[in-house]
Nanobody, 118 residues
């Protein structure tokens, strides 16, 4: 069982930056694939970025070059650095974990609100 707690959301002007953190419980954090998702009202939740156990990363096209996902296994924490924020980045952001070979993300945080004003 893994518990995830996000922090770092808030209100920022367009062009600004925020860093989200997600602290995980458990001793096997390094084995998990971690993802950051976001959701706005009336829309499907979408994955924004992910990082594997080998620090391989991936991003959706709309955030490439602006967002950076990273992890610190010693602290059991995954981060999402968000730069050059746009109003369309406004959403509730969730971190999630899955343990290979499972394909589904089984563990979710409670979410943190990110609001970007124009």
């Amino acid at each position: 069982q893994v518990q995830l707690i996000e922090s770092g959301g808030g209100l920022v002007q367009a062009g600004g930056s925020l860093r989200l953190s997600c602290a995980a419980s458990g001793r096997t954090f390094s084995k998990y694939v971690m993802g950051w998702f976001r959701q706005t009202p009336g829309k499907e939740r979408e994955i924004v970025a992910g990082i594997g156990s080998s620090d391989n990363t991936w991003y959706i096209g709309s955030v490439k070059g602006r967002f950076t996902i990273s992890r610190d296994n010693a602290k059991s924490t995954v981060y999402l650095q968000m730069n050059s924020l746009k109003p369309e980045d406004t959403a509730v952001y969730y971190c999630a974990a899955r343990q290979p070979p499972r394909a589904s993300y089984d563990y979710w945080g409670q979410g943190t609100q990110v609001t970007v004003s124009s």
